[in-house]
């Protein structure tokens, strides 16, 4: 595997050290075609001249997740929060202007050394979310956020609802409050509302006592009695029947609830997480769901974005995925064609992550030349016209969504300091924020 140069520009400075280590050479303008092979151990990027941040961006996340990405910087560009982000989601090491021949030969050495050994063990970057496999793949600005409100939510007892689409990772969510909750320790329940028998919700819930009905031959624990101690999960809570939420809303004003058969209630020390994907306000207003038991499941809501929302985060759990499979599979690890990373990232992805993991599952086993194609996604057959087309205005919806996320995100919420990272007057900055539906920190 060779190592490679990225760079906006010819460095004859560096030739020395370059040539010393066999670096095979990109240089990267508007016009150039995207062919750079994704399979080398370590790519050194030259950002110092010429703009290419965009492109290397779309580049970097092709590599296969166990690259060293070594970057050259002048030091003012650690101001641009487009390098700074970038260094910080991507980089194992950076070095500024003017450059030391001496320490950047070790710092390559060093980086490639490292790259290879990490290959040739297949050991798992565990710094790096795109390769540990317990860890969620949250490299888009949003999907940090929304981890940083996980940690600051967690430890508290206050009851969240999870909102969001399908398939965009409610129940994960869920999970991660309770791993970094105080009730850690304690049985993490998931119940799904939609799902249970209609004659029997009551007692799955609530459990039963022996002789309760017609086959209780003996006494069970309902769900709220398993998660004594720790974390309940009702998903889908849209679909929990109008007599079930009475007593639901009964145990979470006083902590008491009745089990069926039983005489005298019952006690547990439970902390309700709920996530539905339906419009609870609209079941409201039909009807169907109580306002008073919406209040109380609400102590904070979390909205898990759609994935076409958080295009940052595709090519990573893309990876993570073909990484999982090849693996469960026993099959070579593939890296993604350029046309498959391109219909990745301009594919709506209507079922979320859900969708994007049962189509790399099958790309995976699909596979039979070097690369995961596009075919392979069963993404090759769009018409690419229309596609385009459309395209074009979600990736321009989604890059200006972006930038205003990591502008708050870096400026830590000063509206002043973020309109100036993006070169908007306040008011323009005040209207993209609203047009986004997006919050200050
Ligand atoms: N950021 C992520 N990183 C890695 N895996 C993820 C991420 N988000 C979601 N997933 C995976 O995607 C799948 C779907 O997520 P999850 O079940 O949490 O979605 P959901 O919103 O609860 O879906 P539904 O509403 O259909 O129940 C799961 O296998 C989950 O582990």
Not at 193 to 207: H, I, K
Not at 232 to 250: K, T
Not at 269 to 281: C, F, N, Q, S, Y
Request: with cysteine; proline share 4%.
């Amino acid at each position: 595997m060779e190592p490679l140069l990225m760079a906006g520009f010819q460095c004859n400075e560096l030739n020395d050290v370059l040539s010393r280590l066999h670096f095979k050479l990109y240089y990267i303008n508007s016009h150039d075609k995207l062919n750079i092979p994704t399979n080398c151990a370590l790519c050194l990027i030259d950002l110092r001249k010429n703009d290419i941040i965009n492109k290397i961006q779309y580049l970097v996340r092709a590599l296969d997740p166990s690259v060293h990405i070594i970057v050259l910087i002048n030091k003012p560009q650690l101001e641009d929060p487009k390098v700074s982000t970038f260094i910080a989601q991507f980089a194992w090491d950076f070095c500024t202007s003017p450059i030391d021949p001496e320490r950047l030969a070790k710092c390559l050495g060093h980086g490639m050394g490292l790259a290879k050994l990490k290959q040739q063990c297949h050991a798992p970057r565990v710094d790096d979310p795109r390769q540990d496999p317990g860890q969620p793949v949250i490299q888009s600005a949003v999907m940090q956020q929304l981890f940083r409100q996980i940690e600051r939510v967690a430890p508290t007892d206050i009851p969240v609802l999870i909102r969001g689409e399908s398939g965009t990772g409610k129940e994960l969510v869920a999970t991660k409050l309770h791993q970094q909750s105080n009730r850690k320790n304690g049985p993490f329940i998931t119940v799904n509302c939609g799902a249970m028998a209609v004659g029997l919700v009551q007692s799955e819930l609530f459990g039963h006592e022996k002789g309760a009905f017609t086959g209780a031959t003996s006494s069970r624990k309902g769900k709220i009695a398993l998660a004594d101690g720790g974390t309940l999960f009702l998903d889908e809570i849209g679909d929990l029947p109008a007599e079930l939420q009475v007593n639901l809303l009964r145990f979470l004003q006083e902590g008491l609830y009745d089990c069926v058969g039983g005489g005298t209630s019952k006690s547990a020390d439970v902390r309700i997480l709920a996530a539905t994907h339906v419009d609870l306000e609209n079941a409201i207003d039909n009807g169907r769901f109580r306002l008073d038991l919406y209040y109380r499941l609400n102590g904070i809501t979390i909205e898990t974005p759609r994935l076409r929302d958080r295009r940052d985060d595709i090519i990573g759990l893309a990876n993570r995925f073909i990484g999982v499979y090849s693996n469960e599979y026993g099959l070579a690890t593939k890296p993604l064609s350029q046309s498959a990373s391109h219909a990745l990232l301009n594919h709506p992805w209507p079922g979320n992550v859900r969708e994007l993991i049962n189509r790399v599952r099958r790309a995976v086993v699909l596979s039979d030349t070097q690369q995961i194609s596009a075919q392979n996604l069963e993404l090759g057959g769009i018409d690419k016209k229309r596609h385009i087309a459309l395209s074009l205005k979600t990736l321009k919806d989604s890059a200006e969504k972006q930038a205003l996320q990591q502008a708050i995100l870096i400026a830590d919420g000063q509206v002043e300091l973020a309109a100036s990272y993006l070169d908007i007057s306040r008011a323009t900055f005040y209207r993209l924020i609203d047009k986004h539906g997006l919050q200050l920190i």
